[in-house]
């Protein structure tokens, strides 16, 4: 059964990155570093691995010594999530270890209050501005901003073992068209036009009791940053069930059909395409996903060749499989190989 982890738009790479550029370092020995091929940078479609972008973000913090990459005003000093995690990981509930790992955090951050907010039933996290970010410097903060709350609900997350279900996410005007992934990294809907950004969810989830222990703890943060990326999903949703029963299908040839599918949910194909369309998804555009993620992670291995790495997908011929990935990525697989080797 393949393991094939989602994969990082290019996008997200060259935001992070802005702190770096900013402050004259060599952009493309940073990417050699995390193993990324340079000139990927050049397609706007290109996407990399998560442990290519967990080990970017490790670079960075090493070389800036700054756990939020030189992208706010001043340092975030490496060890930082580290003791705010040992901070929290005694609290009682979910609720109660948000509030006490904002209130860290707001020793340490200059440039914005994360706070949580709880207005009737619903629950918020907030992340705004304490002052108008300095010329120049609106877009990289704006990223920090928009990883932090990402993080923030991975860690929540982790703490409770569950994914925490989010009816939306918040992001400014500015932010439009800033953050590919958010709704598939967060499930849920974004929303422009806010002054803050952030993520509103059940205030009845903060009653979630915290799970984890020291000892799970030491265990994470030996994986952070890469434990960070949520790896609880939806099961209630139905695009979810989908992706599961075709990634247990990957590696093994043709991926199911439509129909085929919708047996295994005991559903006619028009309704699974109905349901689906409601969560903003297409069984297509769900098989075209995973067969992408996996093709990436199948060209990281050079001795696999293309016509096999091609079958492995379920393409008949190594020609589709070429014209494809192009689609996807905007390079030739064998492009992609070489970029990605160096």
């Not at 059964?1 to 997200?12: E, F, G, K, V, W």
């Not at 705004?128 to 990223?143: D, E, K, N, V, W």
Request: positive net charge.
């Amino acid at each position: 059964m393949s393991q094939h982890n989602p994969t990082i738009a290019i996008l997200q790479v060259q935001h992070i990155l802005r702190g770096a550029q900013q402050r004259g370092l060599d952009r493309e020995a940073l990417l050699r570093r995390a193993g990324i091929a340079p000139a990927l940078l050049g397609s706007p479609l290109a996407r990399v691995t998560q442990a290519q972008y967990a080990a970017l973000i490790q670079v960075l913090t090493r070389r800036l010594r700054d756990e939020l990459w030189g992208l706010a005003s001043r340092p975030l000093p490496p060890g930082s999530f580290a003791q705010g995690c040992r901070a929290v990981i005694h609290c009682a509930t979910l609720g109660q270890a948000l509030r006490e790992g904002f209130g860290f955090y707001r020793l340490l951050i200059d440039d914005f209050r994360p706070r949580l907010t709880v207005q009737g039933p619903l629950a918020g996290v907030r992340l705004q501005r304490r002052q108008p970010a300095a010329p120049g410097q609106a877009g990289a903060l704006g990223y920090a901003e928009r990883t932090f709350s990402f993080f923030a609900y991975g860690l929540a997350s982790w703490l409770v073992a569950r994914r925490i279900p989010v009816q939306a996410v918040t992001y400014r005007d500015t932010d439009l068209g800033m953050s590919s992934d958010a709704e598939r990294l967060f499930q849920a809907p974004v929303e422009y036009g806010h002054p803050w950004v952030g993520f509103r969810f059940e205030a009845r989830w903060l009653q979630l009791p915290v799970v984890q222990t020291p000892q799970s703890l030491q265990e994470f943060l030996r994986a952070a940053p890469a434990s960070l990326l949520v790896k609880y999903r939806d099961n209630a949703r139905l695009s979810e069930r989908v992706r599961a029963l075709m990634r247990r299908r990957l590696g093994e040839g043709a991926l199911p059909e439509l129909a085929a599918v919708a047996r295994s949910l005991s559903l006619i194909p028009q309704t699974l395409r109905r349901r689906l369309q409601a969560e903003g998804q297409g069984f297509q555009s769900i098989a075209d996903d995973l067969r992408r993620d996996a093709a990436i992670a199948y060209l990281a291995d050079a001795r696999l060749p293309l016509a096999d790495v091609a079958a492995r997908l379920g393409f008949a011929e190594a020609s589709t499989f070429h014209r494809a990935f192009k689609g996807w990525t905007g390079l030739a697989p064998g492009a992609y190989r070489r970029e990605r080797a160096g």
